[in-house]
């Protein structure tokens, strides 16, 4: 008797307002439309996936002092957008981007609550945290956090959240909550009954070592991203073995990386479609706005089609505001200088490569067939696909490659839960104490 395959876990992330969205497709639509959203939800679930996913922006960021272009079509708030999502879908999870830093852990519950109530059990929080001051001015407290306290602050604040949700007994029963630590002393009663869930599901994006932890220790998900089989498998065995102190098993906590892809009728059509969306998505001019980001100072009277400056990059910059930095500035220069050197490429053409996501690239065949081999080899749990169209970027993948995926035994055929932890696998919380 053979054994089930390890079954695949999909999401879609809608691609919202950045680099990955290629704008000048004359099937781009609005960012902000509720059409848009609803489109890719309802194709996400007529997919089968678990869930529909939401980044959130505080702030809108700035370039040289100037708000940066991409920004002017606005950022709308996630859990508003699931919340009408609720109203037109039935078994997708509904995940939003919410800051720990900037909001409070009574608030945040009580409106996740009322999502998962709303949506029959479907909700999701991506915990993401921020040190930034720029977005700090937005709020009343502003940019106090120290970057050394963002995790303490994030895993007290959905510590706090679940001793809220779990006030409430199963039978419908409230009881008064006292949370005392070093962020949060709070008491009192919660106003949402318990929700379908038990608790809504926990996403951790981030790839570093304190990440890393904290989605050992809290996380039902964590959202990461890397570039090869290898790497992959590197990162899923080191965050599965960090369960075990927290008294977790390898199944309780998803890795699912943010990937691309791109399907062709052949390999070159593929390739050839791949190579036109990467020229569409890095154009001369965000080229150059990409390496201004990295060195930190003005550099419009570079030519894209020319070489990488030759000055070092200012680590100490704030050209750009209200973006995530990834790494040290004259470590990343040094890399691309490399990349550029050694494949004699222009400041566009290393922009491309060396900003490029992890992609599948193929025949749908293909593409169906190195997923699975990914989940198969303990690469992944599954994938949180990133389209490159709004809002139909993802209609090709839910009618090409589902379908092989299901054929193939790896992916489901129905829904079997109503929930999002059922989706996934994921237990639902018992009340504690």
């Given at each position: 008797m053979t054994s089930r395959p390890k079954q695949m876990?999909?999401?879609?992330?809608?691609?919202?307002?950045?680099?990955?969205?290629?704008?000048?497709?004359?099937?781009?639509?609005?960012?902000?439309?509720?059409?848009?959203?609803?489109?890719?939800a309802r194709t996400a679930e007529r997919g089968l996936f678990d869930f529909f996913f939401l980044a959130e922006g505080l702030r809108l960021r700035e370039h040289n002092g100037r708000i940066h272009d991409l920004d002017v079509v606005?950022?709308?708030?996630?859990?508003?957008?699931?919340?009408?999502?609720?109203?037109?879908?039935?078994?997708?999870?509904?995940?939003?981007?919410?800051?720990?830093?900037?909001?409070?852990?009574?608030?945040?519950a009580r409106r996740f609550a009322s999502l998962d109530h709303l949506s029959g059990g479907r909700a999701a929080w991506n915990v993401v945290t921020s040190s930034d001051a720029f977005t700090g001015e937005n709020f009343r407290r502003g940019g106090f956090l120290d970057r050394a306290d963002r995790y303490t602050r994030a895993a007290e604040f959905v510590a706090a959240a679940r001793e809220?949700?779990?006030?409430?007994?199963?039978?419908?029963?409230?009881?008064?909550?006292?949370?005392?630590?070093?962020?949060?002393?709070?008491?009192?009663?919660?106003?949402?009954?318990?929700?379908?869930?038990?608790?809504?599901?926990?996403?951790?994006?981030?790839?570093?070592?304190?990440?890393?932890?904290?989605?050992?220790?809290?996380a039902d998900i964590i959202f990461t991203r890397h570039g090869s089989l290898e790497a992959g498998r590197a990162f899923y065995a080191d965050v599965k073995r960090r369960l075990a102190r927290y008294g977790r098993t390898p199944g309780e906590l998803k890795i699912m990386p943010g990937v691309t892809l791109v399907l062709g009728d052949t390999p070159a059509d593929a390739r050839e479609k791949a190579a036109e969306i990467r020229r569409?998505?890095?154009?001369?001019?965000?080229?150059?706005?990409?390496?201004?980001?990295?060195?930190?100072?003005?550099?419009?009277?570079?030519?894209?089609?020319?070489?990488?400056?030759d000055i070092d990059p200012d680590p100490e910059s704030q050209l750009a505001q209200g973006r995530v930095r990834h790494g040290d500035p004259l470590a990343v220069a040094a890399k691309w200088r490399a990349l550029s050197?050694?494949?004699?490429?222009?400041?566009?053409?290393?922009?491309?490569?060396?900003?490029?996501?992890?992609s599948f690239i193929g025949t749908p065949e293909a593409v169906a067939a190195e997923l699975?081999?990914?989940v198969a080899a303990d690469a992944a749990d599954g994938f949180i696909l990133v389209p490159h169209l709004t809002p139909g970027g993802l209609d090709d993948f839910v009618d090409r490659v589902v379908p092989l995926l299901q054929e193939r035994g790896v992916f489901r055929t129905a829904y079997t839960g109503p929930t999002l932890r059922d989706h996934l696998g994921l237990p639902h919380p018992g009340e504690r104490g």
């Open positions: 876990h999909l999401a879609a992330h809608f691609p919202g307002v950045n680099n990955t969205t290629v704008w000048t497709d004359p099937r781009s639509r609005s960012q902000i439309d509720f059409s848009s959203f609803e489109h890719l606005g950022r709308p708030e996630s859990i508003t957008v699931l919340n009408a999502l609720a109203a037109v879908t039935e078994r997708l999870g509904l995940a939003a981007t919410v800051n720990a830093t900037f909001n409070e852990p009574y608030e945040l809220l949700w779990d006030s409430w007994t199963p039978d419908g029963t409230p009881r008064p909550f006292v949370h005392t630590g070093r962020h949060f002393t709070i008491d009192g009663e919660f106003g949402v009954p318990r929700s379908p869930q038990g608790h809504p599901v926990v996403i951790q994006a981030g790839d570093s070592d304190e990440g890393r932890e904290f989605a050992a220790s809290t569409q998505q890095v154009s001369p001019q965000t080229a150059i706005l990409t390496l201004e980001q990295i060195w930190g100072v003005d550099l419009s009277g570079y030519d894209p089609d020319g070489p990488l400056p050197e050694e494949k004699g490429l222009s400041i566009r053409q290393t922009v491309i490569e060396a900003t490029g996501r992890q699975a081999e990914f």
